[in-house]
């Protein structure tokens, strides 16, 4: 099994920043090293794929829309990934999620675990 927590969202104004924290655990995470993703949705929208990284080599994917403002980084002797979110906008707002897969995709339908989210708001 593998289990993933979120951390470090919060309320800020457009243009600040925020660094989300996902820590994962779980005898499968650390045999497989597993890539990560964060996830987005906001009310009333579908669950959007924002940023992914992989477990081997770091290679990352972003959604066109957080290209250059986010930037997802692991370390993966702290078991924990990092989405580092720059010049916030309100659009931005969301409960963001890291989820827990074995391919470095956008399909949300490629992660088999996911975490309970953290909401991010940004005002303007």
């Known amino acids: 099994q593998v289990q993933l927590v979120e951390s470090g969202g919060g309320l800020v104004q457009a243009g600040d920043s925020l660094r989300l924290s996902c820590a994962t655990s779980?005898?499968?995470?650390?045999?497989?090293?597993?890539?990560v993703g964060w996830f987005r949705q906001a009310p009333g929208k579908e669950r959007e794929f924002v940023a992914a990284?992989?477990?081997?080599?770091?290679?990352?994917d972003y959604a066109n829309a957080v290209k250059g403002r986010f930037t997802i980084s692991r370390d993966n002797a702290k078991n924990t990934v990092y989405l580092q979110m720059n010049s916030l906008k309100p659009e931005d707002t969301a409960v963001y999620y890291c989820?827990?897969?074995?391919?470095?995709?956008?399909?949300?339908?490629?992660?088999?675990?996911w975490g309970q989210g953290t909401q991010v708001t940004v005002s303007s």
């Open positions: 990284i992989s477990g081997s080599d770091g290679k990352t």
């Open positions: 989820a827990a897969g074995f391919f470095l995709s956008q399909n949300k339908r490629e992660y088999s675990y």
């Open positions: 779980g005898r499968t995470f650390r045999s497989y090293v597993m890539v």
